[in-house]
């Protein structure tokens, strides 16, 4: 099956701080990548749908300011946590389906971010 | 408005069977997909329902009823490693993000 890559899987930072989290598709190429936050004991939230060289569709509630998505090229994504907050600790989760396979999304192993 | 309706926790014993429901109200629909999350990881995909009726892959199976806006996953002979969390998850349409309901916490004891 298709594999889409995390990096990194923990990262703790300073408030204040900013975060890069990248989300690589390895043996397809996605032209839309979609960001997720969890908290724990809960459900997959969408924060942003990431388009290959346009402007992320943020969700409503989720300040675009504070949680830059790029989508640089066909199989890279990358969500930077500016400023953070220790209310930004969470769980982010990337995803993407493969070309011709829109039924299925796959997930990239997820990133626990702790902001101290 | 949007949302999906599961059980919050089900808890059952090696060997059994469970079914966990799920109910959807949404603005757009382009099929019911079932995902399973163990603590810490990643959901992974277990089935995806496009049509009405029974898709069947190894112990599970999953169900939908457009009409009833209504669906289960059915997991058979149950093992410990089937203790997760279970999503449904939703389409608006072809391509789009998928919406999770809140997720079944599954427990199997011995």
Not at chain 1, 74 to 101: G, W
């Amino acid at each position: 099956g298709a594999v889409v890559s995390q990096h990194p899987s923990r990262v703790i930072c300073k408030s204040g701080t900013s975060v890069k989290i990248e989300c690589r598709s390895l043996d397809f190429q996605a032209t839309t990548m979609f960001w997720y936050r969890q908290f724990p004991k809960q459900s997959l939230m969408l924060m942003a749908t990431s388009n290959e060289g346009s402007k992320a569709t943020y969700e409503q509630g989720v300040e675009k300011d504070k949680f830059l998505i790029n989508h640089a090229s066909l199989t890279l994504s990358t969500l930077t946590v500016t400023s953070a907050h220790p209310e930004d600790s969470s769980f982010y989760i990337c995803s993407a389906t493969a070309p011709r396979k829109n039924t299925e999304a796959f997930f990239g192993q997820g990133t626990r971010l702790t902001v101290v | 408005g949007q949302s999906l309706e599961q059980p919050s926790e089900v808890t059952a014993v090696e060997g059994a069977i469970v079914q966990i429901n799920c109910t959807y109200q949404t603005s757009g629909f382009y099929g019911l997909s079932w995902y399973q999350q163990h603590d810490g990881g990643a959901p992974t995909f277990l089935s995806y329902n496009g049509l009405d009726g029974l898709e069947e892959t190894g112990r599970f199976s999953s169900f939908l009823s457009r009409s009833d806006s209504y669906g289960y996953l059915l997991l058979q002979e149950l093992q410990m490693k089937d203790s997760a969390s279970y999503f449904c998850a939703y389409h608006n349409q072809a391509g789009t993000a998928l919406i999770f309901g809140k997720g079944t916490t599954l427990s199997v004891s011995s």
